[in-house]
């Protein structure tokens, strides 16, 4: 049956803070389920962590508490192991890649995984590269080694990390700026827009783009809760997804503006040069087979199709 105003609106769930790229994200796709549907659906917005934790939204969401969510490829492996694929690093070379290979190719592959896990994948969000960020200069591999990092529970992180030589840590990212000021960790893993949204800067004074790995979100919805609606309905609620290309240059706007401010407030942003990128890329690219057996399942073949998808994209047979 078609939803009524009279009855519950959907909740949507996200993490996005004022004046960010997530906040204009989530109200666009608000104010385009009205527009597309006549003003006859709505959606409650409940972006700024009201539904807690994204764990814990994710849970919600599975159990259709929530219906709607942005939910990181980290936490969604929660489902589906096999996304850490995508996390693998310098799998992708530049965004553009990304983009494709995400939207082209894989949005197909990767819904049919999440549909088997209850959930419906209608879109990427796509929030920009991993760098490295620490309490000291990190120029090259070995500069990590000893070194206490935080990181994510991110199977593709750890594992690098560790390969070259890393004390990986795990702690909520609440936690990281006292954990820097105490010693408890010295740097770690995150992307530019988190790395300054979180105020990390204040406790990390170095940040270096080693652009290992993308952050990416999906928007799902709960299955059941998706298959109760009307064809119609359906439309509208996947119709007034944001494009991924649209909030990616958002994102890059507000990624480009934060290191610009930061560097002049004293944060030391390092781009590796050729050789050191070239070290950083051949310690990621060795772990991509140790990575895709831990994570068992169907790694491989989602590995496989990430491969094919790239050459295709190369080849301009996107």
């Known amino acids: 049956m078609a939803q009524e105003l009279s009855q519950e609106l959907p909740k949507i769930a996200g993490i996005a803070a004022p004046g960010t790229p997530g906040e204009v994200y989530w109200q666009q796709y608000r104010d385009a389920v009205r527009v597309l549907s006549g003003g006859r659906l709505d959606v409650t917005l409940m972006v700024y962590g009201e539904a807690g934790?994204?764990?814990?939204?994710?849970?919600?969401?599975?159990?259709?508490?929530?219906?709607?969510g942005g939910i990181s490829t980290?936490?969604?492996?929660?489902?589906?192991?096999?996304?850490?694929?995508?996390?693998?690093?310098?799998?992708f070379e530049s965004q553009d890649e990304v983009s494709a290979v995400l939207d082209d190719h894989l949005l197909p592959v990767i819904s049919d995984m999440l549909a088997d896990k209850g959930l419906v994948l209608l879109s990427w969000m796509m929030d920009g590269w991993a760098d490295l960020y620490g309490v000291f200069p990190i120029r090259q591999p070995h500069d990590l080694r000893g070194r206490k990092m935080r990181v994510s529970a991110d199977d593709a992180a750890q594992m690098y990390l560790r390969s070259i030589g890393a004390d990986v840590i795990q702690v909520p990212l609440s936690d990281v700026i006292p954990g820097l000021q105490t010693g408890l960790v010295e740097g770690g893993e995150q992307s530019?827009?988190?790395?300054?949204?979180?105020?990390?800067?204040?406790?990390?004074t170095h940040l270096t783009l080693t652009h290992h790995a993308y952050s990416t979100a999906g928007i799902v919805a709960n299955r059941s809760w998706w298959e109760s609606l009307s064809e119609e309905d359906r439309r509208v609620f996947a119709s007034a997804v944001p494009d991924a290309n649209w909030y990616r240059g958002l994102v890059e706007e507000m990624?480009?503006?934060?290191?610009?401010?930061?560097r002049g407030e004293g944060l030391t942003v390092t781009l590796p040069g050729t050789q050191s990128m070239t070290e950083w890329k051949t310690a990621g690219l060795a772990v991509h087979d140790d990575l895709i057996a831990q994570i068992g399942g169907e790694a491989q073949a989602l590995y496989d199709a990430v491969i094919a998808a790239k050459a295709a994209v190369a080849?301009?047979?996107r």
Do not use: H, K, M
Not at 53 to 68: G, K, V, Y
Not at 79 to 86: D, G, I, N, Q, S
Not at 255 to 262: I, M, V
């Open 53 to 68: 934790p994204e764990e814990t939204q994710f849970s919600a969401l599975r159990r259709n508490r929530l219906q709607i």
């Open 74 to 91: 980290g936490t969604l492996g929660l489902a589906l192991p096999e996304l850490a694929v995508l996390r693998a690093p310098f799998l």
């Open 192 to 204: 530019t827009q988190i790395f300054g949204l979180a105020g990390l800067d204040s406790a990390a």
């Open 255 to 262: 990624n480009a503006a934060y290191l610009t401010r930061a």
């Open 315 to 317: 080849s301009g047979t």
